[in-house]
T-cell receptor, first 115, second 110 residues
Framework: EPEVTQTPSHQVTQMGQEVILRCVPISNHLYFYWYRQILGQKVEFLVSFYNNEISEKSEIFDDQFSVERPDGSNFTLKIRSTKLEDSAMYFC?????????????FGPGTRLTVT | GDSVTQMEGPVTLSEEAFLTINCTYTATGYPSLFWYVQYPGEGLQLLLKATKADDKGSNKGFEATYRKETTSFHLEKGSVQVSDSAVYFCARYTGNQFYFGTGTSLTVIP
């Protein structure tokens, strides 16, 4: 069964450094998403991406964040200058379409630790 | 604002016990409701869903009924197994976004 993959599984970085989290969505999916979960808190929506542009983003997704689909398979989340509060589990997801009950398939997550 | 509130864990049950994980939501309109499960080391997997009031989602022995009058979508299973040990997330889907609860960790002991 096709699945969403994410690399690395765990990333440790120092405050102020740039990080890039990578995702390979399911190959025939058109919509891509990033979510994060700070330890002990809710899974929060960050951004959705379609047709090579951001379609929606949350208040969390400020100028420090950017997303890109650099080629036909990868979908990346970049944090320009990490802060301690960026430490979280980051989930990538993809879907074939949108609309009511359109299922999003999630990756296993990347745990980001900022020290 | 719109939110999803689910029962805090962790929950520990013996094999074959009955499971209930409560979930309530607040939302404008009529969202679709979901339960996702995360097994250790894996991503979020869709467990079941319901798209309108009184719908019942079911999968792998788990069930949840969309109750508009109580704004709830409680997850139940009649007889849990050790392999059900995981974190369970209730979520609602509105405006092409998922809004998740905090997750409930379930451990089933033999």
């Amino acid at each position: 069964e096709p699945e969403v993959t994410q690399t690395p599984s765990h990333q440790v970085t120092q405050m102020g450094q740039e990080v890039i989290l990578r995702c390979v969505p399911i190959s025939n999916h058109l919509y891509f998403y990033w979510y994060r979960q700070i330890l002990g808190q809710k899974v929060e929506f960050l951004v959705s991406f379609y047709n090579n542009e951001i379609s929606e983003k949350s208040e969390i997704f400020d100028d420090q964040f950017s997303v890109e689909r650099p080629d036909g398979s990868n979908f990346t989340l970049k944090i320009r200058s990490t802060k301690l509060e960026d430490s979280a589990m980051y989930f990538c997801a993809s879907s074939q379409g949108t609309g009511r009950a359109r299922e999003q398939y999630f990756g296993p997550g990347t745990r980001l630790t900022v020290t | 604002g719109d939110s999803v509130t689910q029962m805090e864990g962790p929950v520990t049950l013996s094999e074959e016990a009955f499971l209930t994980i409560n979930c309530t939501y607040t939302a404008t309109g009529y969202p679709s409701l979901f339960w996702y499960v995360q097994y250790p080391g894996e991503g979020l997997q869709l467990l079941l869903k319901a798209t309108k009031a009184d719908d019942k989602g079911s999968n792998k022995g788990f069930e949840a009924t969309y109750r508009k009058e109580t704004t709830s979508f409680h997850l139940e299973k009649g007889s849990v197994q050790v392999s059900d040990s995981a974190v369970y997330f209730c979520a609602r889907y509105t405006g092409n976004q998922f809004y998740f609860g905090t997750g409930t960790s379930l451990t089933v002991i033999p």
